[in-house]
């Protein structure tokens, strides 16, 4: 289909073989990964040439979509149906962490709580209703994250990228490219440098605080809210230096950019779950 989207047309893409090779770069994967976990030799290797043929799927995939796009084959029909699609990708990474949320919450105040009961002293004899608790069966010392340092700092970092990223809307709104570019910049600096704390943190954590994935219900939770996190930081730096390689191409137009948008929309989500766990994690 050669023509440019008419509004009445619903542009139907012809038949793709990149599903079939985003699947077997998951069965990759997933193999990989039994074999490493059962100590099988090579086992990294799969797991290696699973990421590499992912690599590639997302490369051709959505090179494909982008030339569609940039053909003006899609009305405002299919720009509607991204729209939704993202807005649903974005409700199921909330419900994601609404689920870790759920778990904190469930320890904190429903379960410690309990273990502390008189009804549970037999059991757990002088263990306190106080948090952080690494549970009842834990030994080993350690030392709770505090807020002020380097959380607070990587809350301002995010705080101010969202910030850059709405200026770099303005600008492609406005037709100023150059702000929109600098816009771009700053705010993937931005997310790079909060993710180089973050590495920090974590080794500070488990060299000097002697907190880790190990340290009973405390440290699981911690480096599974933060962790993820910051896996989504990572894919949103990667998206938007996608979308600024594309503007650099000079793709997007004041009345037609939603690539744009919905990356803005995955950051400024990654920015509020943030918040909640600078508050429910470090804070509180």
Request: glycine content about 10%.
């Amino acid at each position: 289909m050669s023509h440019p989207a008419s509004a009445s047309r619903y542009f139907v893409p012809q038949p793709s073989y990149w599903p079939l090779v985003g699947s077997c770069a998951l069965l990759l994967l997933a193999s990989g990964a039994v074999l490493m976990m059962n100590s099988v030799a090579n086992g990294g290797f799969v797991v290696l040439a699973g990421f590499a043929v992912l690599t590639t799927m997302l490369f051709g995939w959505f090179g494909r979509v982008i030339g569609e796009s940039e053909g003006q084959r899609y009305n405002l029909q299919v720009d509607r149906s991204f729209r939704w699609a993202m807005s649903w990708f974005i409700f199921s990474e909330v419900m994601f962490f609404v689920a870790f949320f759920g778990a904190l919450f469930y320890i904190r105040v429903l379960s410690i709580p309990d273990l502390a009961s008189p009804a549970q002293a037999a059991l757990w004899e002088g263990f306190q209703n106080s948090w952080p608790s690494a549970g009842p069966a834990a030994t080993d010392p350690f030392s709770k994250m505090h807020a002020w340092g380097i959380p607070a700092i990587n809350t301002l970092l995010l705080l101010t990228s969202g910030a850059t990223l709405t200026w770099a809307h303005w600008g492609l709104v406005a037709e100023k490219r150059s702000q929109l570019i600098i816009g771009l910049v700053l705010t993937i600096a931005l997310g790079v440098l909060f993710l180089g704390l973050q590495v920090f943190e974590y080794a500070e954590a488990y060299g000097h605080m002697n907190l880790k994935m190990t340290t009973g219900v405390y440290g699981s939770t911690f480096f599974m809210l933060t962790g993820f996190h910051g896996f989504h930081v990572t894919l949103g730096v990667t998206m938007l230096t996608v979308i600024l390689f594309r503007v650099l191409k000079g793709h997007f137009t004041a009345e037609r950019h939603f690539a744009f948008e919905g990356v803005a929309w995955y950051w400024h989500f990654v920015d509020v779950v943030w918040l909640g766990l600078f508050i429910v994690i470090y804070w509180l």
